[in-house]
């Protein structure tokens, strides 16, 4: 395993600060966390990650210049995303069941550089997995008073080059929002608008070389969890025609362990014998349930099943088209889940572009790292 320690030392934190939507969100929105089971630690601590690599393409460019103006267009687009701008709390009934709402809260951005280039960093025999968690930022959810910890961090890390990385990290609660709502092209729309306003990539007024002070400290700065003792090995599928996909009967939990054990066999390792289902099944609700593997049985086998079921890729999410401004496409995408413990399943509908209902369904089965 590559030495992590000689990539993260050469990573230095320059701000954190708060994103809130630039107009209230009202009336609020609510997301009910229905767990069938008594909550575990993976519910505060796993996320979806996702680092757009950028090389630099005209001379004044810089990843300082970017953090300036994604603060700017982030600000906007939680607006209309106001759910990723928002906390998890437990409901106000006394019931002791949790709940997200967008209370405006804001994500936060974080400003970092690397000491090497953005081709020292890809092309290094140090860059591994553990390498690249250090370009997203994530802080565990707080177990006892979730309703203080973000759902959603930006990480926009500057590389000597020039270039530099756009990191994101999101709470497998809200994790859907990015893959079926068009968020991140949303995002890089409103953030080229932005630009086009102001004739190119002038200063923003968030410029941080303008703004930080040399007395502050890198030490003042909160550190990220670590997230990297259980990475998820990921596969994506597609399931046709899913209306009808119900996890509490035996069909429907027969459809996701056929994913289940397509992904064992590619991925060469297997899940744990139960593991949670994260299913959004409605707007307002998000349902996370055990599903247990009976034994050997091998549900693959099951050719009816089979025939709903599609391979499908992470670059279908079109993260490899995301430009933020001068049509400066990502030189490189990676994205996994983090602090993956016996695996998960997270389940979410989608419109396909011929109108029929689709399921897209994430499984992330753990890989144990030597620490």
Same mark, same amino acid.
């Given at each position: 395993?590559?030495?992590?320690?000689?990539?993260?030392?050469?990573?230095?934190?320059?701000?954190?600060?708060?994103?809130?939507?630039?107009?209230?969100?009202?009336?609020?929105?609510?997301?009910?966390?229905?767990?069938?089971?008594?909550?575990?630690?993976?519910?505060?601590?796993?996320?979806?990650?996702?680092?757009?690599?950028?090389?630099?393409?005209?001379?004044?460019?810089?990843?300082?210049?970017?953090?300036?103006?994604?603060?700017?267009?982030?600000?906007?687009?939680?607006?209309?995303?106001?759910?990723?701008? %928002?906390?998890?709390?437990?409901?106000?009934?006394?019931?002791?069941?949790?709940?997200?709402?967008?209370?405006?809260?804001?994500?936060?951005?974080?400003?970092?550089?690397?000491?090497?280039?953005?081709?020292?960093?890809?092309?290094?025999?140090?860059?591994?997995?553990?390498?690249?968690?250090?370009?997203?930022?994530?802080?565990?959810?707080?177990?006892?008073?979730?309703?203080?910890?973000?759902?959603?961090?930006?990480?926009?890390?500057?590389?000597?080059? %020039?270039?530099?990385?756009?990191?994101?990290?999101?709470?497998?609660?809200?994790?859907?929002?990015?893959?079926?709502?068009?968020?991140?092209?949303?995002?890089?729309?409103?953030?080229?608008?932005?630009?086009?306003?102001?004739?190119?990539?002038?200063?923003?007024?968030?410029?941080?070389?303008?703004?930080?002070?040399?007395?502050?400290?890198?030490?003042?700065?909160?550190?990220?969890?670590?997230?990297?003792?259980?990475?998820?090995?990921?596969?994506?599928?597609?399931?046709?025609?899913?209306?009808?996909?119900?996890?509490?009967?035996?069909?429907?939990?027969?459809?996701?362990?056929?994913?289940?054990?397509?992904?064992?066999?590619?991925?060469?390792?297997?899940?744990?014998?139960?593991?949670?289902?994260?299913?959004?099944?409605?707007?307002?609700?998000?349902?996370?349930?055990?599903?247990?593997?009976?034994?050997?049985?091998?549900?693959?086998?099951?050719?009816?099943?089979?025939?709903?079921?599609?391979?499908?890729?992470?670059?279908?999410?079109?993260?490899?088209?995301?430009?933020? %401004?001068?049509?400066?496409?990502?030189?490189?995408?990676?994205?996994?889940?983090?602090?993956?413990?016996?695996?998960?399943?997270?389940?979410?509908?989608?419109?396909?572009?011929?109108?029929?209902?689709?399921?897209?369904?994430?499984?992330?089965?753990?890989?144990?790292?030597?620490?």
């Amino acid at each position: 395993m590559a030495n992590q320690n000689s990539v993260s030392t050469k990573l230095q934190i320059e701000a954190v600060l708060t994103v809130t939507p630039f107009q209230a969100t009202d009336p609020r929105q609510t997301l009910r966390v229905s767990v069938t089971e008594p909550a575990d630690s993976g519910i505060f601590r796993t996320c979806l990650n996702l680092i757009l690599y950028y090389n630099k393409v005209v001379d004044e460019d810089s990843g300082w210049i970017v953090a300036g103006w994604i603060k700017e267009s982030l600000s906007k687009v939680l607006a209309e995303q106001p759910m990723l701008g %928002g906390r998890l709390r437990r409901r106000e009934d006394g019931d002791g069941e949790l709940e997200v709402v967008s209370n405006d809260s804001g994500a936060r951005l974080i400003e970092a550089k690397m000491a090497m280039t953005l081709s020292e960093f890809l092309g290094s025999k140090e860059r591994s997995e553990d390498a690249e968690a250090e370009l997203v930022f994530w802080k565990d959810i707080d177990e006892q008073n979730p309703q203080y910890s973000p759902l959603f961090y930006v990480q926009v890390t500057n590389f000597e080059c %020039g270039g530099h990385s756009v990191g994101i990290s999101c709470s497998i609660l809200l994790a859907d929002l990015l893959l079926k709502e068009d968020f991140l092209k949303k995002w890089a729309d409103i953030h080229s608008a932005e630009l086009a306003k102001n004739d190119g990539p002038n200063t923003p007024i968030f410029y941080l070389p303008n703004l930080k002070k040399p007395s502050y400290s890198a030490a003042l700065y909160p550190s990220s969890s670590n997230q990297n003792k259980t990475w998820g090995k990921t596969m994506m599928f597609k399931i046709s025609d899913h209306q009808n996909i119900n996890l509490e009967n035996e069909s429907g939990r027969k459809l996701i362990l056929v994913c289940v054990e397509d992904a064992e066999h590619k991925v060469g390792v297997k899940m744990a014998s139960k593991f949670p289902v994260f299913f959004r099944g409605s707007y307002d609700l998000l349902k996370i349930e055990s599903c247990t593997k009976h034994g050997n049985e091998l549900v693959g086998s099951q050719l009816k099943l089979k025939n709903q079921i599609s391979t499908a890729r992470w670059d279908d999410l079109g993260a490899n088209e995301i430009a933020f %401004g001068q049509g400066n496409k990502p030189a490189r995408v990676t994205n996994w889940i983090g602090s993956v413990c016996d695996g998960l399943v997270m389940a979410t509908p989608s419109s396909s572009v011929e109108g029929t209902c689709e399921l897209n369904v994430i499984v992330s089965i753990p890989c144990e790292k030597l620490i």
